[in-house]
């Protein structure tokens, strides 16, 4: 309780109470009021409703305080939550795909108010996403996950720059570029099959079964996070090293298990 009490959470999207105005569903949300009956009855003690005042302001919403929930736009409701928490002063904030559900414009008012807050607050992130355009702009240091499992990290620049895990590439190769003449130069990654079950995955490195650089070995044994490229830079692959001559250089190397 005493940890929890100084992490905020963000969450993908936000059931509002939608009667209720928005200053109310932050007091009833976020401030120590679980029961709504308290946003109901108008019972919030003066120094919660100025601090729910300065969270809004904090957030851009100080002029859409009293307005009804169910008039809020899609970003408007996720500057709700941001504000919820940051109404606990955390030391570290949990984003949980919190621009995934917006247009990609409001993506980027959230983003940029997010990393305004930071700058403000010293805040830290741990922020959840799929999409590596929003973690390429908000990430200092990045952690790819496959089946529940981080098969590389490293910090932003040399993960985008200098991938050491073929699940990192693949997943770079198909995000698309916002440049033409970059984009017909790029070399596709596809992976083959399905992705297995998260409960039951393969054994050995979990991707071994998709991956295009695959050895038999790959099929045993624990794949540990070791030190690959530059410092600080960790990948679960054995040939985390022979990506860029295999991958790149057009050799086929595949020995597939």
Request: charged share 25%.
């Amino acid at each position: 309780r005493a940890v929890r009490r100084r992490i905020g959470m963000v969450f993908q999207e936000y059931n509002l109470v939608e009667r209720l105005s928005v200053i109310e569903n932050l007091l009833c949300g976020r401030l120590g009021y679980v029961n709504p009956l308290s946003a109901w009855l108008r019972r919030f003690p003066p120094a919660d409703i100025a601090q729910a005042f300065d969270l809004l302001d904090a957030v851009g919403l100080g002029a859409f305080a009293k307005q009804r929930a169910d008039a809020l736009s899609g970003g408007q409701r996720q500057r709700v939550g941001i504000a919820r928490a940051l109404a606990c002063e955390p030391e570290l904030i949990v984003c949980d795909e919190p621009v995934s559900a917006l247009d990609v414009s409001i993506q980027a008012q959230v983003i940029n108010l997010l990393q305004d807050l930071q700058d403000r607050l010293g805040l830290t992130y741990l922020f959840i996403a799929h999409g590596l355009g929003v973690i390429r702009q908000i990430s200092t240091r990045v952690a790819v996950m496959y089946l529940g499992r981080i098969v590389e990290m490293a910090d932003k620049a040399d993960l985008y720059d200098a991938p050491r895990h073929p699940y990192t590439r693949a997943l770079l190769s198909a995000s698309p570029v916002p440049d033409p003449l970059v984009e017909r130069r790029r070399k596709r990654i596809i992976l083959r099959g399905d992705v297995p079950s998260a409960m039951s995955p393969p054994p050995g490195c979990h991707f071994h079964t998709r991956c295009p650089v695959a050895l038999p070995d790959c099929a045993t044994g624990d794949a540990k996070l070791l030190p690959a490229g530059a410092a600080g830079q960790v990948s679960a692959c054995r040939r985390a090293m022979e990506l860029d001559r295999i991958l790149d250089g057009g050799t086929d190397a595949t020995n597939r298990s």
